[in-house]
């Protein structure tokens, strides 16, 4: 086990194989004017499944892999296999668009994928292809159909929720009834220089707190006589204690709706991750710009450098962010 410095369990990795995207979404990435970094200063997917061994060593139990969009990352489903394959990993997950995944869910199932989440923040065609600036939503249903069909469990759709989107939110809360979908809302986080919002006069204000958001959805509920969200526990939905979600049920809904609050109702105390970039920092927390050299360490091929750049994370991750919220850098290179 990985006790940090405050005595939380860290056993969660979140890996972000990619900066790069299909898509562009108004709140996470720019639409131009990015300065990619050439591939050399990536990490290989070599480096990465060394990285997760060592890691798995020292406590890592459970992974997601994160981007910008990990489907565009060559070589994706042989990362996946590498990792689930990786002693001492009990569960791989994958934070996705879906895009592709109508290509591509068979064979990353077949590498051992099984749990995966579907970013969809709106059900109106027009409302999305304004959002990602030039997605077909018709592909992220394809998606979100084709992951149901294959058999990954959960299937979480993460809806971030902007206050100025106007987005129809009960219909989303909807989408967890006849089937086994798992819909999280997601507070909008201001992050990044040039986007996340800004240049759209999107605020701190564009962040709806759940508990407000819980309101709002039980009062339109009862309007059409859904009757209320019932408070569930976690632990149906996420067994392994994965997500820091609160979680509700409509009487009788095959699937969950859930509510992240890295916000209004941080769950810094509860926090069991670490996350890796693409370029190989190793960052102890969200808000925090704290990063450690993960990249160097594995091109040395020093096994005990690499090992130190994990304890110190652990030993330097941060109580809490304190309401600070954002970092230099964009969601897409952080991975969300
Ligand atoms: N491309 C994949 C996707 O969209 O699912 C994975 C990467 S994306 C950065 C990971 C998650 O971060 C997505 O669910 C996305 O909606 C969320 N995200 C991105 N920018 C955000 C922001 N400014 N506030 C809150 N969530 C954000
Ligand atoms: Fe791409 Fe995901 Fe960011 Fe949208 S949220 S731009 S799909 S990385």
């Not at 910008?68 to 990792?83: N, Y």
């Not at 969200?229 to 809904?253: C, H, K, M």
Request: proline residues 4%; contains cysteine; hydrophobic residues 40%.
């Amino acid at each position: 086990m990985a006790f940090d410095q405050h005595g939380r369990d860290i056993d969660y990795l979140r890996i972000s194989v990619t900066d790069r995207c299909n898509l562009r979404c108004l709140y996470c990435m720019p639409e131009e004017g990015i300065h990619w970094k050439p591939h050399a200063e990536m990490l290989t997917l070599e480096e990465i499944a060394r990285f997760v061994r060592v890691a798995a060593g020292e406590g890592i139990k459970r992974i997601r892999l994160t981007g910008g969009e990990p489907l565009v990352r060559r070589g994706i489903t042989d990362l996946v296999r590498r990792v689930v394959q990786t002693p001492g990993i009990e569960s791989v997950a994958m934070t996705t668009n879906g895009i592709l995944l109508p290509k591509m869910a068979h064979s990353l199932w077949q590498a051992g994928l099984s749990r995966v989440n579907i970013s969809l923040d709106t059900l109106d065609a027009q409302q999305y292809s304004h959002i990602t600036r030039w997605g077909s939503i018709d592909d992220a249903f394809k998606g979100i159909e084709v992951a149901l069909a294959t058999g990954f469990k959960p299937v979480k759709i993460n809806a971030v929720v902007v206050r100025s989107l106007h987005q129809d939110l009960l219909a989303f809360a909807r989408l967890s009834i006849d089937r086994p979908l798992h819909v999280r809302f997601i507070e909008y986080m201001p992050v990044g220089n040039t986007c996340g919002g800004a240049g759209l006069g999107w605020t701190a204000a564009d962040t709806i707190p759940n508990e407000e958001l819980i309101d709002l959805l039980n009062d339109q509920a009862r309007q059409v006589g859904l009757g209320s969200l019932e408070p569930i526990s976690e632990l149906a939905v996420t067994p392994d204690n994965w997500g820091p979600a609160r979680y509700y049920q409509f009487a009788g809904a095959l699937g969950t709706v859930g509510f992240i609050s890295a916000l209004s109702r941080h769950f810094c105390g509860q926090c069991n991750r670490l996350r890796l970039t693409a370029e190989g920092e190793l960052l102890p927390c969200l808000f925090s710009d704290l990063q450690f050299d993960a990249k160097s360490a594995l091109r040395s091929a020093d096994e005990r450098a690499l090992r130190q750049v994990l304890r110190q994370a652990l030993s330097t991750k941060p109580a809490s962010h304190h309401h600070r919220v954002g970092t230099s850098r964009q969601m897409h290179q952080i991975g969300g």
